[in-house]
């Protein structure tokens, strides 16, 4: 009990927290503020508690704690804070804030656990934990039947893509005896069976990362959800599965290991043409979020490629720099829908008259995410480009950046929209709350500063 | 007083903090104080770019000017090759852009003042010049490629504000849109050019690259072959895809026309002195790589041909001042980069000389009859010359500008243009001579189209109710400029500027003059006969040669070409058909779910209208389909 509890003090922390808020609830305190305020401290202590150094210690082989999981679980929780922060105003005039407190907490904790695995099972768990509260959230906008369609599809889907993984995992278990992370590879042979084994776990996590062909469900879900949960999905929930990824997968991806390169570069190559091309005409402001993110999770892969060191540095910048740059942007979007309540790219037309600061976020967010120098995006589309450069042809490397320019295309088109069109509806309160607006500000410094400066890619590689 | 390292660095960082300070102040600063801010930075820039190359060029190492290195320490250590630092250079031609890029810089600034007076983001306008007279002379100072990337595309991204700065005309916003598009897409050339580069050579130094080609490691066997050329020989063609789209090459050059939406001292800055000669210069600085592959070479040298005579064939009917301006800046970098290709035969190394010279003189008589171009569009508010005409009475000083300025890109001795193309010239004729045949040509054409703009601004018909009117603040940075527009060709450039770094005796071969300053005096001839005063030549020699007529008012349907490769190929075949599958098949079930809830409150049928059985069914397909393409993978 003492060695557990000493290993995850943050899961501990999150119970009693949870715990908190569950008996405020009972005891009949119904301030929307009040648990807005407690679920944003909440999330700070888990900050501080992960960023506090600690020695690297594991509980047999189901939870590692090492600087590297410290690390995303910082990010994952850093970027919670923001999007609470973002989504503050629409939480505190729910009625049901402490449910959606407790229920994120819960996600929180689940990714937690995941992140810090040694082992299938936990794993599964964790994942399992943060996918059904998550989909319960996702309805959280009562009155919307697109919400509660939401909410099921999102459950309804991520059931059936768990039940692959588990089978996938299943079928390890019974090829090696083990579903301990470090002992499969070695105990896993090449055949058949292993093949189809590696492909079912695969695709769980491409349908979790919305690869193409797995995303059908996210452009339905990223539009009914509340704009807070949208962010959530398209930024924590995503960059967790990329590192399980990196940790989880990747060691036991031995047996299809010559082959994996080819099949993956086919995939990221689909993943990123969809998205771009489906980018491109979207009205829909969620649509189109959904979309760009789709194309981002193509360049996500491209760390995939060949497993080294220095690939999963790429991949984690990467992560940090897609947080900073999609806070820039979904903290105006919900704030824009919020005043106009429509789910539309036109929100965005002539923002930067009422609002510079705002577009200029959006700006910057949008030219991080095209990947243009000298913003972070930039470098972070350079290291995937260039991890990826070893394991396959130029050629694909060539398509690939072909859709860096695709993209440019309807970036350009909002930040079009934003400085240089007519303003369609003018805003009732064309000024920021001070929260949101000191988390857009961090935004835009970090996109601004964190490719500049070396200090995080030199800390990244110490990780490892 | 200052170390040439500091000064190295104080030359971009002085402009790049005042587009911070200008740009965070923004209207809380006087318009006047701002102007004087960014003026007075550059003059510093200047001074001290003055400084550095009089000290770089009295100090040549065992009689040759080197690529010295500043500093250079390390930034990123990435992986085994993909190490990138942080560094500065001098050669000969980053301290020849350093001095032409402030000086121009500084006269654009000060044009500005009177220019854009009363604009509404007049603040906004010098903090955008600081930022693109920064980027620019960080991409000339940078001792890495990957640093000097970053430059570029922070060239690009400042260029994009500028050329859209009037954003409230929607020509402007879709031309700066262009602009940055199409740089963009020459630009992921250079990115990944540069990655093939660096994973040939183990570095990303100019100095380490340059050593590496030279040492003789290189070996086009182990390097690896493709279409029987070294991967470095593709490298290079990629960077020179990069370097072609900002150069506006053939058939990259479609952003620049449209660029002219831009306010006129811009177009003087940016399309005529800096960021369209940074092609050049990229070409230039690889040049000793460059001249190692023949058959790179001869892209460089006939992609420079081509833009130079279509160019100018288009600029003879374009009736948009700026446009023709436009066009002839073209054609004159299509003359600095077949230089520069025609450079690699031996015999010929003298071409790069040539480039340079002309890429120097180039600089100050495009700027100055851009900027006269702007004066006269100050007065007459317009851009065509059909609402110009018999201006020289109303603009007399800008009159015998334009006229130097006109003088010195046909090539008349003693202007600068004429030292600078006869030196290109006679590199054609000893390398190649088919160029050197077109390039005489072109020499014609170009006097031939100035002059037509020439005569059809300051005579020809005079339109009465133009209320033209000089200014001296207009006047006085463009009579500066003209001073070496007209001088500049007596600097003895080849004792500084040459492919190998060791000073050359400058010869001038009269005998060789001849012929292309006759053509030159021909087209001129030509042009007087048909614009000098109103007549019917011209339409009676338009329709003489209607079909060539056709080619060159349309710009050889390079812009409908491209239209449609992206209309078609990217919206029509690919985007559209997406956008109505995402609404009607992957959304329609979505909405039609949500009305069907609405009718009969129940949610469990929702489920059963077939929608999420599509996601399953896709799902299946997907994981049947990878296992298909794993297995067929491994069986082979």
Redesign the interface.
């Known amino acids: 009990m003492n060695t557990i509890l000493g290993l995850i003090p943050v899961e501990a922390f999150l119970f009693c927290w949870i715990l908190l808020i569950l008996g405020l609830k009972i005891s009949g305190k119904n301030s929307g503020g009040l648990y807005v305020n407690l679920l944003l401290l909440g999330v700070l202590v888990a900050i501080g508690l992960v960023a506090f150094p600690a020695p690297n210690a594991q509980f047999g082989d189901l939870i590692h704690v090492n600087a590297l999981n410290r690390f995303i679980r910082g990010l994952l929780y850093l970027g919670t804070f923001f999007i609470v922060i973002q989504s503050s105003s629409w939480l505190k005039k729910h009625d049901h804030a402490a449910e959606f407190s407790i229920l994120l907490l819960v996600v929180l904790s689940g990714l937690g656990l995941m992140v810090s695995t040694g082992n299938l099972l936990i794993f599964y768990l964790g994942l399992e934990m943060a996918s059904i509260p998550l989909a319960a959230m996702a309805s959280f906008n009562l009155t919307s039947?697109?919400s509660?369609?939401s909410g099921?599809?999102l459950i309804?889907?991520s059931a059936?893509?768990s039940g692959?993984l588990l089978f996938g995992i299943s079928l390890i278990f019974g090829l090696t005896g083990t579903i301990s992370i470090a002992e499969i590879p070695v105990n896993l042979a090449n055949s058949?069976l292993a093949?189809?084994a590696?492909?079912?776990i695969?695709?769980g996590f491409?349908?979790k990362l919305s690869a193409v062909?797995?995303h059908?469900?996210t452009?339905?879900v990223y539009?009914?959800a509340p704009m807070g949960i949208t962010a959530f999905l398209a930024i924590v929930s995503k960059s967790s599965i990329a590192f399980v990824f990196l940790t989880v997968l990747f060691p036991i991806l031995s047996a299809?290991q010559?082959?994996w390169p080819?099949?993956l570069i086919?995939?990221i190559l689909l993943t990123i043409f969809?998205g771009n091309?489906?980018a491109?005409?979207?009205s829909s402001l969620k649509?189109f979020l959904a979309f760009s993110s789709i194309a981002q999770v193509g360049f996500i892969l491209m760390g995939m490629l060949v497993p080294?060191e220095?690939a999963a540095?790429?991949v984690l910048y990467f992560l940090v720099v897609y947080m900073f740059s999609s806070i820039c942007i979904f903290g105006v979007a919900q704030w824009l829908e919020e005043q106009t309540g429509k789910d539309s790219l036109s929100n965005f037309k002539g923002l930067y008259k009422e609002n510079p600061f705002a577009a200029w976020s959006v700006a910057l967010g949008l030219?991080s995410l095209a990947g243009?120098?000298?913003t972070a995006g930039?470098f972070g589309k350079?290291?995937l480009?260039?991890?990826g450069?070893q394991g396959v042809s130029?050629w694909y490397?060539?398509l690939v950046?072909?859709n860096?320019?695709?993209s440019?295309?309807y970036y350009?088109k909002i930040v079009?929209y934003m400085?240089?069109n007519e303003v369609i509806e003018e805003l009732e309160k064309p000024q920021m709350a001070l929260p949101l607006k000191i988390s857009l500000g961090i935004g835009m410094l970090a996109i601004c500063f964190l490719g500049l400066s070396?200090w995080i890619?030199?800390h990244l590689?110490n990780l490892f | 007083m200052f170390t040439p390292a500091t000064e190295a660095i104080l030359i971009p960082l002085i402009p790049f903090l005042l587009f911070g300070i200008i740009g965070l102040a923004g209207r809380r600063l006087p318009e006047i104080f701002s102007a004087f801010l960014g003026i007075g930075g550059i003059l510093a820039s200047l001074l001290f770019s003055l400084h550095l190359s009089v000290s770089y060029f009295s100090e040549p190492v065992q009689g040759a000017f080197v690529l010295k290195e500043f500093f250079s320490f390390p930034w990123l250590n990435f992986s085994e090759n993909l190490k990138i630092s942080i560094g500065l250079v001098a050669d000969p031609i980053s301290m020849l852009m350093v001095v032409v890029i402030c000086s121009v810089s500084l006269m654009v600034q000060w044009f500005s003042l009177t220019y854009m007076k009363g604009e509404e983001r007049f603040q906004m306008y010098y903090a955008f010049l600081s930022l693109f007279t920064g980027s620019m002379l960080g991409l000339v100072l940078s001792s890495n490629i990957f640093q000097m990337y970053i430059f570029w595309e922070l060239v690009g991204v400042s260029s994009f504000l500028l050329i859209g700065f009037y954003f409230q005309k929607p020509s402007a916003v879709a031309a700066s849109k262009k602009a940055f598009i199409v740089t963009r897409f020459a630009d992921l050339g250079f990115l990944i050019g540069i990655l093939l580069l660096s994973y040939e050579t183990q570095t990303m130094e100019f100095k380490g690259i340059l050593d590496y080609f030279k040492s003789g490691n290189f070996n086009p066997e182990v390097s690896g072959i493709w279409m029987s050329h070294s991967l470095a020989a593709w490298a290079l063609v990629l960077i020179f895809v990069g370097a072609a789209g900002k150069s506006a090459m053939f058939p990259l050059h479609i952003w620049l026309p449209d660029a002219m939406e831009g306010p006129t001292p811009v177009s003087a800055l940016i399309h005529a002195a800096t960021m369209v000669v940074a092609g050049v210069f990229l070409v230039g600085r690889l040049f000793p790589v460059y001249s190692l592959f023949e058959g790179v070479m001869q892209l460089v040298t006939w992609i420079g041909v081509l833009s130079s005579i279509l160019a100018a064939i288009i600029a003879i009917s374009q009736t948009d001042i700026k446009r023709v301006l436009a066009y002839s800046t073209l054609s004159q970098i299509g003359y600095m980069m077949f230089a520069l290709g025609v450079a690699g035969k031996a015999g010929a190394e003298a071409g790069f000389t040539a480039s340079f010279f002309h890429l120097f003189t180039h600089a100050f008589f495009k700027s100055l009859l851009f900027l006269a171009a702007g004066a006269i569009i100050h007065a007459v508010h317009s851009n065509e010359v059909e609402n110009m005409g018999g201006l020289r009475k109303q603009m007399p000083i800008v009159h015998w500008l334009f006229l130097i300025g006109c003088l010195a890109i046909s090539g008349v001795p003693p202007f600068s243009g004429f030292f600078s193309k006869e030196e290109i010239l006679l590199n054609a004729w000893k390398s190649q001579p088919l160029v050197y045949g077109f390039a005489l040509i072109g020499s014609g054409l170009t006097a031939f189209y100035m002059f037509r703009l020439f005569f059809l601004v300051f005579y020809n018909k005079s339109h009465s109710d133009v209320h033209g009117h000089e200014s001296m603040g207009l006047n006085f940075p463009m009579l500066l400029l003209a001073i070496p527009a007209v001088f500049a060709g007596f600097v003895p450039f080849s004792s500084y500027v040459t492919s190998t770094g060791l000073p050359e005796e400058t010869h001038l071969h009269l005998m060789f003059s001849i012929a292309p300053v006759g053509i030159g005096l021909l087209g001129i001839g030509l042009a007087y006969l048909f614009y000098f005063k109103q007549n019917s030549l011209p339409e009676q020699w338009a329709s003489k040669l209607s079909g060539l007529y056709k080619l060159s008012r349309g710009k050889f349907y390079f812009d409908e070409l491209w239209r449609a490769v992206y209309q078609i190929g990217l919206i029509r075949a690919l985007a559209t058909p997406a956008a109505w599958i995402d609404k009607n098949l992957v959304d329609g079930g979505l909405r039609m779910g949500a009305e069907k809830t609405l009718r009969l409150g129940d949610r469990v049928k929702l489920i059963q209208n077939g929608k999420l059985q599509d996601y399953v069914l896709y799902f299946l397909m997907g994981i049947l389909a990878l296992i298909l393409l794993t297995l067929l993978m491994i069986q082979s």
């Open positions: 039947k697109m509660g369609e099921l599809k309804l889907s059936f893509s692959f058949t093949l189809i590696m492909v079912m695969f695709s491409a349908f062909p797995f059908f469900w452009a339905d539009q009914g299809i010559q082959v080819t099949v086919a995939l969809t091309i489906f491109l005409r979207q649509r080294s220095k540095v790429s030219f243009i120098p000298p930039f350079f290291f480009i260039g991890s450069f130029v490397v060539v950046g072909l860096m320019v695709i440019l295309y350009l079009k400085f240089m070396n890619v030199n590689s």
